[in-house]
């Protein structure tokens, strides 16, 4: 079965995508006639070499992201991970020397239909008298023995590009540009690995790979790598990848070592998320840092993909100073990123954190007794929490992403660790500010928030007294701050319906001789008929609103997981008679 592309026609894509990109790009100009991009502003650079690359469609933004000044003068581009056609490749050559430009240079990755189609256009064209010269990129270190066709052309071209062009900016000559770029390309490698295959438009995906398979040392265009690996974590990936390419005994490896200065690039390979990308990015960094290397330079996007593969390549480049000045110098290509031009290595990454207000001393704190009666009450919640955490995420795959459970859990640890560090503040509202903060901080998700802005609400009334119509009034300021923010309400099918029944309740301890727990047994009891209606409620609000109402057939989990707090709270105090 092919796999679905995003296409008007599979054989016009190429085309087609080319031509969104200029159209989006005033500093890109098609050539009429053929697959080529050219700067816009060409006639500007009579007297100076002009660069030119290119290859098979499908790298984006390779190569055409890679125009302005500074790197490329223009790129011809063939169908996917199809070579271009030699006739355009020497319409572009023409182009460019017809502007009054004094030399052209090929930037050709190793690819046997790249090295024939580029070299026979760059003989024609020196038979017509314009003087040309190609480099050819081999950057894999992915073979450990030296194959007959050399190391394959992979995401380190795009340095060369760079390196090329600033050259070619600051007016250096055609030759001494043909073997600057020589020299730094030997310097330099790449590895990629892969979570599973990609598929050209109109056909299957090129390889298989297992659930529990890596495809290590892969090339970019849908071919295998030299080995499969069993799936591991981001570290053990990355500290694999650089242990092979910096082994002295793989012919293609990259000579860096304790003490060597490098420009890093992660490169996605254009389906790998950017969390993963960051998180692939962070390993590379550790692990070169523990090995000694210093990093000049980290580049983390997409430079040169391989349609929607899942994974990345690393390369590394080694540099010195006038190496790293090349890296540095101003480009107006798209799709070169804008790196800060300081070392990564030795750069401070944190700063302390803001100092807490100090706390001023509350009127309302009682003594031992109410503060263990607290730890009771907090244990016996907690415990609730953590017995409901696979029924609340069965509730929540009908209208969430089933973890409202989990979220929870992760609350009621978060309240146990911390009540294993001591006592609780022994003030009510300080009590319920230090329980928002670390539901704000290790919750999560929405209802972290939401439980943060109720608590931190309630604690307000309760600075100045804390007599049963003062906690009326608590829940009432919770409430409010959760309507107001959350943007939920009664009858919403959400956490406020079973809170709100109860705050109703509540309403009669304002009341002169309201008793505490006749009042709260309602309000629990009105929550949790609350939460149980909720399954016949059109959801108004959070993500259930955007399901079908035929769909949702159960509670809210939202609802019944504030229940069974209240529920909590009530068996605590009735056990310890207060």
């Known amino acids: 079965m092919t796999s679905k592309k995003l296409v008007n026609t599979v054989a016009g894509c190429a085309d087609d995508a080319l031509a969104g990109l200029v159209a989006c790009n005033p500093n890109l100009h098609l050539l009429q006639g053929h697959r080529v991009a050219l700067r816009s502003d060409l006639d500007s650079l009579k007297g100076r070499v002009a660069l030119l690359s290119g290859g ?83 950057d894999d270190s992915a073979f450990t023995v030296l194959k007959k066709a050399g190391r394959r052309g992979l995401g380190g071209t795009v340095l060369i590009h760079k390196v090329a ?10 030759e001494e540009i043909t073997n600057r770029v020589s020299v730094v390309a030997k310097a330099m490698g790449t590895l990629g ?55 002295s005994s793989n012919v293609s490896h990259v000579p860096v070592q304790s003490g060597s200065s490098v420009v890093l690039m992660v490169n996605n390979l254009g389906g790998l998320s950017f969390l993963e990308l960051g998180i692939m990015a962070d390993a590379a960094v550790r692990s070169l840092e523990g090995r000694g290397v210093k990093i000049a ?117 978060a309240i146990q660790g911390w009540l294993k560090e001591g006592p609780p503040p022994a003030s009510p509202a300080q009590l319920l500010s230090k329980l928002s903060f670390l539901l704000l901080e290790k919750m999560g998700g929405s209802s972290g928030a ?28 919770g409430l409010e701050a959760m309507q107001k923010y959350g943007k939920a309400a009664p009858g919403d099918r959400t956490m406020l319906d079973s809170l709100w029944a109860a705050g109703q309740e509540l309403q009669a301890w304002k009341s002169p001789g309201a008793n505490l727990f006749r009042v709260l047994t309602k309000a629990v009891q009105s929550a949790e008929a609350a939460a149980e209606a909720t399954k016949t409620m059109e959801a108004g609000a959070g993500r259930a609103s955007y399901i079908s109402s035929a769909r949702l057939d159960q509670p809210d989990p939202g609802a019944v997981a504030t229940a069974a707090i209240l529920r909590a709270i009530l068996e605590a105090l009735q056990h310890e008679g207060v």
Request: charged share 20%; net charge negative.
């Open 56 to 138: 098979g469609s499908g790298h984006e933004p390779a190569h055409a992201g890679f125009v302005g000044k500074g790197m490329l003068t223009g790129v011809i581009a063939g169908a996917v991970f199809t070579s271009p056609a030699v006739g355009s490749i020497l319409a572009a050559i023409r182009a460019v020397a017809q502007a009054g430009t004094v030399g052209t240079l090929l930037i050709v990755k190793n690819y046997t239909g790249d090295r024939l189609n580029f070299g026979l256009a760059r003989e024609q064209a020196r038979a017509e008298g314009i003087p040309v010269e190609m480099v050819v990129i081999g």
């Open 165 to 174: 062009g600033a050259l070619a900016e600051a007016g250096v000559g055609l």
């Open 193 to 247: 690995v892969s979570l599973s295959s990609c598929s050209v438009p109109g056909s299957r995906p090129t390889f298989e790979l297992s659930p529990d398979e890596v495809e290590l040392g892969l090339g970019i265009h849908g071919e295998a790598g030299v080995r499969r690996i069993k799936m591991a974590s981001a570290d053990e990936i990355v500290t694999l990848m650089l242990d092979h390419m910096t082994n």
């Open 297 to 413: 330079r980290a580049l983390v996007g997409t430079f040169m993909s391989a349609l929607e593969m899942p994974g990345i390549s690393l390369t590394l480049l080694l540099v010195d100073e006038p190496l790293l000045k090349l890296i540095d110098a101003e480009t107006t290509a798209s799709a070169w990123p804008n790196v800060a031009k300081v070392s990564v290595t030795g750069r401070k990454r944190s700063r302390a954190a803001p100092a807490e207000p100090l706390e001023v001393p509350d009127s309302t704190a009682t003594g031992g007794l109410a503060s263990r009666q607290t730890v009771l009450v907090l244990e016996r919640v907690c415990a609730t929490l953590l017995g409901l955490e696979e029924h609340l995420n069965a509730l929540d795959r009908a209208a969430g992403d089933g973890d409202c459970g989990t979220t929870h859990s992760r609350a009621a640890r």
């Open 450 to 477: 939401l439980y943060g802005l109720f608590l931190t609400a309630a604690a307000q009334p309760l600075k100045v007294k804390t007599d049963l119509p003062a906690w009326s009034a608590a829940m009432d300021a």
